[in-house]
């Protein structure tokens, strides 16, 4: 595994059980996403499955699908795509405990047998050619440090007419002001990533890689009451997260996640980010 690799697993090593105790506590969804919310929409937990479903039915997933759920977390939704669409599911994680906690989850829900896990960089998946229905990624590709070596690793395990489905945040613009520049860059620093792809970058390299009929959704309003809670948490936890830091309880890693906490609402906020879905075919 590369440096940043490892930095981005150490990220999720290390903050697995804040993501479990400050975001999604329910054993039954077990997201490390924002999750989509409608007017009908009455829970964090709720939004978390929506957001499962969306992707799922756009993508048409069913019991006749492979799918590769690249970047599992914690195998939230891998579980997920098995229990309600039937659906044979790999999911891989570059985070080692991930990999153990989606394993044992997997199993309490029984569906042990039809989802497997691996240690697996998904720019570089070693799976066969054309091996796939459906390529799916929620708020983790945007770690790839270039986009495109997942797409074309996406393209390649792929079968003829297979799918790719990709939920994350975007940029919608370069930022302008030095504070515009200190709110992405406390974004990237928080949350282990390198960049964060435009739109329209994001949609090129998926022209380039070859995917046809290229579909895109703007979730923003959507994740909107999501980001308003990670804020809300983040500023309440804030002044004793600072004091542990200072006993050396806790990382300076989990600072700058909360400054990412604080940021991600500021990016949104001011329009210099957003959040979208990308579908596209092969
Ligand atoms: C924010 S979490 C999202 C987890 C999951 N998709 C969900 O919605 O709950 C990002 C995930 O991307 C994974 N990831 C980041 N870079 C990766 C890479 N190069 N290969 C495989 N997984 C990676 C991390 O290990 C983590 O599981």
Redesign the pocket.
Known sequence: MDEY?QK??EY?DVTLPYYKFFWSKDKER????YGFWDSDTKSLNDALSNQNKFLADVAGINADDKVL??????G??AIWLAKNKGARVVG????QR?LQKAKKLADLHGVGDEVEFYL????NTKFPNESFDVVW????IC??EVKKHFLQEAYRILKIGGRLIVADGFLLREPQSEREKKILQDFLDGFALLNLARVDQFKSAIESVGFTNIKFWDKTKEVEPSSKIMYKKVKLFYPLAKILNFLHIIPDLLIKNNNAGIAQRELLKSGLGGYGVFYAEK
């Open positions: 690799n981005i697993a999720y077990s997201a490390i996403h759920d690249a970047g599992c977390g914690v939230g939704s891989i994680t570059i985070s991930q697996t960089d998904y720019t990624g929620i708020e983790s770690h790839a």
